[in-house]
């Protein structure tokens, strides 16, 4: 379901993807409205699950997580049971920071960042080739970072 937003949320949410870090009262003066009321926007606007958290966006690159995979993953039995328990074991995987069921011949996409190729390698084989749901699995591993946000595309959908 859409949440109905006005030309004010909509600023309120692009201004606190771009930086979660503004004060109620920067935002306000942005958007043309006093402290307290944008702050109950803001509020309404976390009520309705439209901000799921605030989080500040790491660089891996400068923390030393080098290597990023994407990996498709086919599983050897698709009944109810199995595909719970493959997303289950999945969100204990930190290394796992985006996990997809896909339509096409494979089941689910991941987005893996590990330290080097040696920290992938173990964590294939010690962690995800552990779990038994998996028949199938095919990495890309990524080279180069031409764009990557975290920002929707908020006045594209007006």
């Known amino acids: 379901m859409q ?67 994407f990996v498709n993953i086919s599983l050897s039995a698709h009944g109810r049971q199995d595909l719970s328990a493959f997303e289950v074991e999945i969100e204990k995987f930190p290394e796992v920071l985006e996990c997809y069921t896909v339509t096409g011949q494979m089941d689910y996409l991941l987005k893996i960042v590990t330290r080097d190729i040696q920290h992938y390698e173990s964590f294939i084989r010690d962690k995800l080739m552990t779990l038994p749901t998996i028949r199938e699995m095919h990495s890309t591993i990524a080279i180069t970072e031409i764009k990557n946000t975290t920002e929707l595309p908020l006045l594209t959908q007006l």
């Open 3 to 69: 949440a109905e937003l006005t030309q004010t949320d909509i600023r309120i949410l692009q201004l606190l993807q771009e930086n979660a870090a503004l004060s109620t009262a920067d935002i306000a003066e942005q958007v043309g409205l006093s402290q307290s009321p944008c702050w109950r926007r803001i509020s309404r606007l976390e009520e309705a699950g439209l901000i799921r958290k605030r989080v500040a966006v790491l660089d891996h690159a400068r923390l030393g997580m080098e290597v990023i995979v």
